[in-house]
């Protein structure tokens, strides 16, 4: 497996830690709420074999700089443009997982000159009831209890339950990682509220690029039904989904999401 360079990337007003590795066609794996590149510890590196592979931190979060603004999916769209030009990067496939695959879309819609197919993965064109009541619900738990509550409410919407049994100590050493790096409450709270502001569901049908959706069954915070959505308006879209994984099926499958995803870029 190919080792990653670091980078740090200006932006407007800021800077993004980012990683590459591989050589090839170049694929940007685009992480969710959280932000960290991190989430592809178990991904990067395999794409890397077949692969240039690049990664980052999102701007609030990780490494890159920890900047007090009004988080939008549209401003985290500019910073991957701005990404891509600072690594010399004209065109592009990308995989974006959750809050990724909001920016995935909105790239679709604003550069699809610089995208060449798109992966969306546990993601939605919309907000429903369900989703809004459920973000409220996480903002409130920040808000009031703070990061720790915060990340262990995560944990247990975010993994299936008996993987949860089997894989504690490993989740928890992550989530340890994450408590360390979390952002101010500000940013996160923020970036929630980004995330709750998402729908192009009017728009996607417009998106004209090749495109997967991946999905698992027993996803709690961004069930099938979202890819459905997606699929039905995302013109000629290919699906794949999961029986179990929950809402991080790639950390849980990596081998199997990798051989998916390295599928679908080959073929296009």
Same mark, same amino acid.
């Given at each position: 497996? +190919?080792?990653?360079?670091?980078?740090?990337?200006?932006?407007?007003?800021?800077?993004? $830690?980012?990683?590459?590795?591989?050589?090839?066609? /170049?694929?940007?794996?685009?992480?969710?709420?959280?932000?960290?590149?991190?989430?592809?510890?178990?991904?990067?590196?395999? #794409?890397?074999?077949?692969?240039?592979?690049?990664? +980052?931190?999102?701007?609030?979060?990780?490494?890159?700089?920890?900047?007090?603004?009004? *988080?939008?999916?549209?401003?985290?769209?500019? %910073?991957?443009? !701005?990404?891509?030009?600072?690594? !010399?990067?004209?065109?592009?496939?990308?995989?974006?997982?959750?809050?990724?695959? &909001?920016?995935?879309?909105?790239? $679709?819609?604003?550069?699809?000159? =610089?995208?060449?197919?798109?992966?969306?993965?546990?993601?939605? &064109?919309?907000?429903?009831? *369900?989703?809004?009541? #459920?973000?409220?619900?996480?903002?409130?738990? #920040?808000?009031?209890?703070?990061?720790?509550?915060?990340?262990?409410?995560?944990?247990?919407?975010?993994? /299936?339950?008996?993987?949860?049994?089997?894989? $504690?100590?490993?989740? *928890?050493?992550?989530?340890?990682?994450?408590?360390?790096?979390? /952002? %101010?409450?500000?940013?996160?709270?923020?970036?929630?509220?980004?995330?709750?502001?998402?729908?192009? =569901?009017?728009?996607?049908?417009?998106?004209?690029?090749?495109?997967?959706?991946?999905?698992?069954?027993?996803? !709690?915070?961004?069930?099938?039904?979202?890819?459905?959505?997606?699929?039905?308006?995302?013109?000629?879209? &290919?699906? +794949?989904?999961?029986?179990?994984?929950?809402?991080?099926?790639?950390?849980?499958? /990596?081998?199997?999401?990798?051989?998916?995803?390295?599928?679908?870029?080959?073929?296009?």
């Amino acid at each position: 497996m +190919h080792s990653s360079s670091q980078l740090i990337v200006p932006v407007t007003a800021g800077s993004l $830690a980012a990683w590459d590795a591989g050589e090839g066609e /170049p694929v940007l794996l685009i992480s969710g709420l959280g932000g960290r590149a991190a989430f592809w510890t178990d991904i990067a590196p395999r #794409l890397a074999n077949e692969f240039r592979v690049i990664t +980052h931190d999102h701007r609030g979060t990780g490494a890159s700089s920890p900047d007090k603004i009004d *988080y939008s999916i549209s401003q985290m769209a500019d %910073d991957v443009i !701005q990404l891509m030009d600072a690594s !010399q990067i004209e065109r592009a496939s990308l995989v974006g997982h959750s809050t990724g695959g &909001a920016i995935a879309q909105h790239l $679709a819609l604003h550069h699809p000159g =610089r995208l060449k197919s798109i992966v969306l993965s546990a993601t939605w &064109a919309g907000p429903t009831q *369900y989703f809004l009541n #459920l973000f409220e619900q996480r903002r409130a738990i #920040l808000s009031q209890l703070g990061p720790k509550a915060y990340l262990a409410d995560g944990i247990l919407r975010a993994h /299936p339950p008996s993987y949860f049994n089997s894989n $504690a100590a490993k989740i *928890y050493a992550n989530e340890t990682d994450r408590l360390r790096q979390f /952002p %101010d409450k500000a940013i996160e709270l923020s970036r929630i509220d980004a995330v709750m502001a998402h729908d192009l =569901r009017d728009r996607i049908s417009g998106i004209d690029l090749p495109t997967l959706i991946v999905s698992a069954d027993d996803d !709690q915070i961004v069930p099938p039904y979202y890819a459905d959505e997606l699929a039905e308006r995302v013109p000629d879209a &290919a699906k +794949h989904r999961f029986e179990q994984g929950g809402h991080f099926f790639p950390q849980i499958h /990596p081998i199997e999401f990798v051989r998916i995803i390295a599928n679908f870029l080959k073929g296009n």
